[in-house]
């Protein structure tokens, strides 16, 4: 038991580590448009640089660690993603930041197509809910750390050194992953690559797949948009300062603490499904009143956001794997996952694009009417999963 708790903790603690190093750019943004003379359009690509791959290349790793093992890819994604953030922070120009963010994204990719299985593996079956919702702790904690240590080390020593600074954390985070095994209960056996195809490519399964895919695109849309220009956001709008904006980001992320494992316990007593129903309008009525606070009420709408999101993650973490097999695992939740901050890769660019034209307020209502999408998506996704096909699950 002590073994399986400590790997828990492992993971929990990579998981608040991916989300650190994801969130120096965003927390730094006005500072290098500053130096780089960028405008919201091209800051927007350049946080694309990293959005990307970190979203697409989920796929991949999720499918690679279903057929070689999840340590090794673990092992060599803390690799990549620590050495990009590190040269990150010796970017002397706006393209050798895209290409050492978008280094880092390779890297952050492989963290949740083999972080989330793992976990679900070795969790009580009973508590799933409840455990994955302390995995979302863990990016909340990582979350709600980066904005703070990476602003005030900015403002101390200058922004490279916040990139170096934290780096040396994924670096840690590998070095844990070097030493420790992985328990039996979640021991990776190999696959026949004909048995692992024969389940993925039906052509239901594929179907399901899909409709994961589009409702992942629009779960947490209003974060995805919303997180990158936030500490933009409010220095423009507002006048507070970059160390200001900062604690709002984290904020929002601390929330998460409180949210993640809240909504993952609702969820195990009152259904997935339900639950990201009403998290979904939540978010809607959330994004659209952020455009019209003062202030004072933001600090509110952005805690209340955090709560939701965070909820919002925890919940689609434990029920993807609850409509699908062991065997493909990994890619279904790379499939999810990939869908998800690939939103942001979209979002991204185009939410600079409309602040640069109209502001970032019209922007933001926008996207509080995108995430009603996902509604019918939950029902959907249930008849699909409800047919009688090899990923057929038991919790819907």
């Given at each position: 038991m002590k073994s399986i708790n400590a790997f828990i903790t492992l993971i929990v603690a990579s998981h608040g580590t991916n989300h650190m190093l994801q969130l120096i750019l965003p927390t730094l943004l006005p500072t290098m448009?500053?130096?780089?003379?960028?405008?919201?359009?091209?800051?927007?690509?350049?946080?694309?640089?990293?959005i990307v791959p970190y979203s697409l290349l989920q796929i991949p790793f999720g499918y690679l660690s279903d057929r070689m093992g999840r340590r090794?890819?673990?092992?060599?994604?803390?690799?990549?993603y620590s050495?990009?953030?590190?040269?990150?922070?010796?970017s002397q120009n706006v393209v050798i930041l895209g290409l050492t963010q978008f280094l880092a994204g390779v890297g952050g990719a492989f963290y949740h197509p083999i972080g989330i299985p793992l976990l679900f593996l070795v969790a009580d079956e009973r508590r799933r809910g409840q455990a994955m919702g302390f995995h979302q702790t863990g990016g909340a904690v990582g979350s709600v750390a980066a904005p703070l240590l990476s602003a005030y080390i900015a403002i101390a020593f200058g922004?490279?050194?916040?990139?170096?600074?934290?780096?040396?954390?994924?670096?840690?985070?590998?070095?844990?992953?070097?030493?420790?095994?992985?328990?039996?209960?979640?021991?990776?056996?190999?696959k026949k690559t004909e048995s692992l195809k024969s389940i993925l490519f039906n052509s239901k399964t594929i179907r399901l797949i899909v409709l994961i895919f589009i409702f992942g695109l629009m779960h947490v849309i209003t974060y995805r948009g919303l997180t990158p220009f936030l500490t933009t956001y409010a220095t423009r709008k507002f006048g507070i300062s970059l160390a200001s904006a900062a604690q709002l980001l984290s904020l929002m992320q601390i929330m998460g603490v409180f949210g993640s494992p809240l909504f993952?316990?609702?969820?195990?007593?009152?259904?997935?499904?339900?639950?990201?129903?009403?998290?979904?309008?939540?978010?809607?009525?959330?994004?659209?009143?952020?455009?019209?606070a003062s202030l004072e009420s933001l600090v509110i709408l952005l805690g209340?956001?955090?709560?939701?999101?965070?909820?919002c993650l925890t919940v689609t973490d434990v029920w993807i794997p609850e409509i699908n097999v062991p065997a493909i695992m990994g890619t279904v939740v790379g499939v999810a996952l990939s869908a998800s901050f690939f939103a942001g890769a979209i979002v991204t660019p185009t939410i600079g694009y409309l602040a640069d034209q109209v502001g970032f307020d019209y922007a933001f209502r926008l996207l509080s009417v995108?995430?009603?999408?996902?509604?019918?998506?939950?029902?959907?996704?249930?008849?699909?999963?409800d047919d009688k096909s090899p990923t057929a699950g038991v919790q819907n």
């Open positions: 448009i500053t130096e780089f003379q960028m405008s919201n359009y091209v800051a927007g690509i350049v946080i694309a640089c990293f090794r890819i673990m092992i060599f994604g803390l690799l990549l050495i990009g953030t590190l040269l990150s922070g010796l922004w490279r050194y916040s990139f170096a600074a934290l780096s040396l954390l994924g670096f840690l985070s590998l070095l844990m992953w070097l030493i420790t095994d992985i328990p039996a209960s979640a021991s990776h056996e190999k993952g316990r609702l969820s195990d007593k009152t259904g997935r499904r339900a639950m990201l129903a009403i998290i979904l309008v939540a978010q809607s009525a959330i994004m659209y009143l952020i455009t019209l209340a956001m955090g709560l939701i999101i965070f909820g995108v995430v009603l999408f996902g509604l019918p998506m939950l029902k959907i996704i249930k008849y699909a999963a």
